[in-house]
């Protein structure tokens, strides 16, 4: 089946410790992005990459660290920069640019809580 | 700047009445308007990409339709499984890349 996943489901640290939040596509899709969900509010873009070994901050970069060495895998650190972690994080991707269809295809979340 | 807003943020419906989510949008040049449904704790799922005003979109239950300002995602006898937070999000022609912006969603609660 082709799809996103997301690794692992939940996830706890503690405070001060870096984390890194894996996502993986076999979609052969060009873009990748990262994005944060709080209660109640909509989804925030991070990072997002179109390319491999390129990628671009999003509206709330800070505190989080992005690499993107192969196609298919664009892992996400969440460093002990950033001030409030706890939060559900999406990763999705879209075909690019190749085609006028822009839609995006989301994984199935990491729930990261940090205490 | 980009802004998506969804009204209302939640709504209650009996199974099988009909109703309305509205979504507006400012953007300078429209690339495309989307429609996504995410259940609790998961991922959400895409259901419609319009790119025109004008342009409907249908699928099951739900009929997605756009104009210049506003797209509304019209449920037809929702059922109790329809129950789930729905966004709506903008890609504007100028925008880098194909990023999107997000509302902040409708939570759709339907009662049997």
């Known amino acids: 089946d082709g799809g996103i996943t997301q690794s692992p489901k939940y996830l706890f640290r503690k405070e001060g410790q870096n984390v890194t939040l894996s996502c993986e596509q076999n979609l052969n899709h060009d873009a990748m992005y990262w994005y944060r969900q709080d209660p109640g509010q909509g989804l925030r873009l991070i990072y997002y990459?179109?390319?491999?070994?390129?990628?671009q901050k999003g509206d709330i970069a800070e505190g989080y660290s992005v690499s993107r060495e192969k196609k298919e895998s664009f892992p996400l650190t969440v460093t002990s920069a950033q001030k409030n972690p706890t939060a559900f994080y999406l990763c999705?991707?879209?075909?690019?640019?190749?085609?006028?269809?822009?839609?995006?295809?989301f994984g199935p979340g990491t729930r990261l809580t940090v205490t | 700047e980009d802004q998506v807003t969804q009204s209302p943020e939640a709504l209650r419906l009996q199974e099988g009445e009909s109703s309305s989510l509205n979504c507006s949008y400012t953007?300078?040049?429209?690339?495309?308007l989307f429609w996504y449904r995410q259940d609790p704790g998961k991922g959400p799922e895409f259901l419609f990409t319009l790119y025109s005003a004008g342009e409907e979109k249908e699928k099951e239950r739900l009929k997605a339709t756009l104009t210049k300002k506003e797209s509304f995602l019209h449920i037809t006898a929702p059922k109790p499984e329809d129950s789930a937070t729905y966004l709506c999000?903008?890609?504007?022609?100028?925008?880098?890349?194909?990023?999107?912006?997000f509302g902040e969603g409708t939570q759709l609660t339907v009662n049997p």
């Open positions: 990459s179109q390319i491999v070994n390129d990628f």
């Open positions: 999705a991707s879209s075909i690019g640019l190749r085609l006028s269809s822009y839609e995006q295809y």
């Open positions: 953007v300078s040049g429209l690339r495309g």
């Open positions: 999000a903008v890609q504007a022609e100028k925008t880098s890349g194909s990023r999107l912006t």
